[in-house]
């Protein structure tokens, strides 16, 4: 959410952010609608004043104007009683266009449409040359016997799986290894809810826009989240943070769960896009400084990068375009890991900066050296996201007779084993999904 003030004095820059987003918002409906709440607050307002007004004079009145007096006091409630179901109408009218009101992009974003206009910043690691004819991960974690496809899909529906033996341990092994890396690293390890309220999806901007992306738990008005950085950050909602004590540096990690409602028919071969996963999350809270916002955020997608460097996955890193940053975003980069079997670099990563954007949302401030209450920054980025990051590890470390050679990272993890072969034949599972 954006300062009501900032959004007045700025009315081409929202216009623009609206515009390159590729959101829709009727700014001057909410222009108007704020002019509204300010005109029948203030006249609620002045009726009350005068109501309170009323009431002390009424006793001391003499007997010829106390009936006057009396009558005005009625009318007055009368007036009260009309406006406040209107200025709540008018509030709620107003809150709903304020959620839908973009951050304004980073200068440095460049406007586009979508992942086409991405602007390339770096590749680190050449895709590798087989010299065999190589699997993609669904045919390889179906002979390692790795993941099972049809029994999920028969009681949990479509884009279900379930890792199995190795392949479970392969999960875990990856997850804990980014753990470790962002302990190194300073980050505070957190392992939050994962049913949250409204008001956490709201906070942190993934609702109203978002709604339906989301699993709900209507019996009990609750959601699972699509990410830790939902519950990190409002797990502060209301609090006054201590600036002392900024920045914050969480790792959360938790199950995730999106429904993929826009993805109908889209990249349903395989585990890229699946309705439950794991994810290790960054989360940081800051000062409300820009330089010190940038710094962060480059820390943060540099500790993404050394964990790539550890699994010795290919990738590039990609500054998003505006169509492809979220509503509270001020910038993003994309890492897309390279990925045999999509002959493509595809995302598995990004790192935001969104400002005040959500702790303006979750009502989560710190005291500046002034002594006058202000909003945080936060930023966030994905670690490590399972089983997506299994595609690239797995396809890119194969070999000619189907066994994987792990990099030497995840060899303590994976009970000292550096090579895991495929199951016997009895044992494999068909590689049609």
């Known amino acids: 959410m954006l300062d009501i003030q900032f959004i007045r004095q700025n009315i081409d820059q929202i216009r623009a952010a609206i515009a390159n987003k590729g959101l829709t918002l009727d700014l001057d409906e909410l222009l108007a609608a704020d002019r509204d709440r300010r005109d029948v607050t203030t006249s609620l307002e002045q009726k009350r004043a005068r109501k309170n007004e009323l009431s002390a004079l009424i006793p001391k009145a003499s007997k010829e104007d106390r009936p006057r007096l009396v009558e005005e006091a009625k009318e007055v409630r009368t007036s009260i009683e009309e406006l406040e179901p209107r200025v709540t109408e008018i509030q709620r009218r107003y809150q709903d266009l304020m959620l839908r009101v973009p951050s304004v992009p980073r200068p440095e974003v460049p406007v586009g449409k979508g992942e086409e206009q991405n602007v390339e910043v770096r590749r680190v690691g050449a895709p590798r040359k087989f010299d065999f004819q190589p699997k993609d991960h669904v ?8 993941v099972e496809w049809d029994g999920p899909r028969r009681f949990a529906g479509a884009r279900s799986y379930a890792l199995v033996g190795d392949g479970a341990l392969l999960e875990l092994a990856v997850l804990r290894l980014a753990v470790d890396t962002l302990i190194e690293r300073g980050m505070k390890l957190v392992a939050p809810p994962v049913m949250v309220k409204e008001r956490a999806m709201t906070g942190t901007g993934f609702f109203p826009l978002g709604r339906e992306e989301a699993y709900s738990i209507a019996a009990d008005e609750l959601f699972l989240i699509g990410t830790s950085e939902v519950p990190l950050v409002s797990m502060h909602c209301d ?11 969480y790792a959360g990690i938790s199950p995730c769960f999106r429904r993929e409602a826009g993805a109908h028919g889209k990249d349903t071969r395989g585990l890229y896009r699946v309705h439950q996963f794991t994810k290790v999350e960054q989360v940081v809270f800051c000062l409300p400084d820009e330089a010190v916002a940038e710094k962060l955020h480059y820390e943060l997608l540099g500790n993404a990068e050394a964990i790539l460097g550890k699994l010795e996955i290919p990738y590039r890193v990609a500054l998003a375009c505006t169509g492809e940053i979220g509503l509270g975003q001020t910038r993003k980069h994309e890492v897309e890991s ?9 995302e598995t990563h990004s790192c935001s900066t969104l400002g005040d954007f959500q702790t303006r949302r979750s009502n989560i401030r710190m005291r500046s050296e002034s002594g006058a209450l202000v909003y945080p920054y936060t930023l966030n980025n994905t670690a490590v996201a399972s089983p997506r990051i299994l595609i690239p590890l797995l396809e890119n470390h194969q070999n000619a007779d189907g066994s994987i050679t792990l990099p030497a990272a995840l060899v303590p993890y994976m009970l000292g084993r550096s090579r895991l072969a495929p199951a016997p034949l009895s044992l494999t599972r068909g590689a049609t999904r």
């Open 139 to 146: 045919e390889l974690m179906s002979a390692l016997g790795y």
């Open 239 to 249: 609090d006054t943070l201590d600036a002392t004590r900024l920045p914050l540096k």
């Open 338 to 346: 390279w990925m045999p079997g999509r002959n493509a670099y595809s």
